[in-house]
């Protein structure tokens, strides 16, 4: 572990001696420690940078997340640069300026239906395109690497911590995987039930607790998960199977004046999927003058 602080007169981080704890300073692992340092380099030449960072609820991926943004953003990471959802990280993109970090907590998406997560991470690749105009750095937390779509796990991401416990239940673990690995570790694990042990990781590290935020944070999530269980949000299951329902409902009241010829046309004009409709919508009421 190498210990570090940020020299606010200097504008930069400085190694301290072992042992010398001072105010303000922080243990990082030494291989993650160089690899936010190639992150801040890049950032420097004007590129955007996403990281992947996931694990099971409660392991400590928000205290990650929260290291690595210090780190990259020279100590003046905010609850402002923390997003729970895409919807929030919207309204917060056009206020943060050029070379911000962002993070993105997925975690009240473990409530969620496969069609809300699908949706959130259609909205999470529009963010992306804007990351990458304004040269930003994007930290995305997520309970699974594997339940991300391709584009976002392999293409768009520089790196995937993943953090677990060992066997006593101990936090502050994770392995590393570069983009050569994360790329295999996609192809793999999805064929093996999510497994994480082929191929190997690039290194395995720690991390202390690690909390600038304290309570603020802590009633900011208890938030974001309570508005998800409850279907508050406009992302929730229960909004869009109201909004489905409801398609659903005026395409049978107006069918016959739909020049739409098959189901799957109609299910695309509805924009819904066509398994939705097939499973919601008798046949009977589909029958029109000999269509669908």
Excluded at 72 to 100: H, M, R
Excluded at 217 to 230: F, G, I, P, T, V
Excluded at 263 to 271: G, H, P, R, T
Aim: hydrophobic content about 35%.
């Amino acid at each position: 572990m190498v210990l570090v602080k940020f020299d606010k007169e200097k504008k930069k981080w400085i190694e301290l001696p072992p042992g010398q704890k001072e105010e303000g300073s922080i243990y990082y692992d030494g291989y993650l420690l160089k690899k936010l340092k190639s992150v801040k380099d890049m950032m420097n030449k004007e590129w955007d940078v996403g990281i992947l960072i996931d694990g099971i609820e409660g392991v400590g991926k928000s205290t990650l997340s929260f290291l690595c943004g210090w780190y990259i953003s020279d100590a003046s990471l905010t609850l402002f640069n923390i997003c729970e959802g895409t919807a929030d990280a919207v309204n917060k993109l056009e206020k943060l300026p050029d070379g911000s970090v962002l993070i993105i907590d997925e975690g009240s998406l473990m409530f969620s239906s496969k069609e809300v997560m699908r949706n959130e991470q259609r909205q999470l690749i529009k963010i992306l395109n804007v990351i990458r105009q304004k040269r930003m750095c994007l930290i995305i937390v997520s309970p699974s690497f594997f339940e991300l779509n391709k584009y976002i796990a392999v293409h768009r991401t520089r790196f995937l911590l993943h953090c677990y416990t060992d066997k006593k239940m101990t936090r502050g673990r994770f392995c590393y995987f570069g983009e050569r690995e994360k790329h295999k570790l996609y192809q793999f694990g999805k064929k093996h039930f999510n497994s994480y042990s082929r191929p190997a990781a690039n290194f395995y590290g720690r991390f202390n607790k690690f909390d600038p935020f304290g309570e603020a944070y802590q009633r900011l999530k208890r938030k974001s998960l309570l508005e998800a269980m409850k279907g508050k949000n406009k992302e929730s299951p229960d909004y869009l199977k109201g909004l489905a329902n409801g398609k659903i409902e005026a395409s049978v009241m107006i069918a016959k004046s739909l020049p739409i010829e098959t189901k799957e046309k109609l299910a695309k004009v509805l924009e819904i999927h066509r398994t939705t409709l097939y499973k919601r919508l008798k046949p009977k009421e589909m029958v029109v003058e000999g269509r669908l």
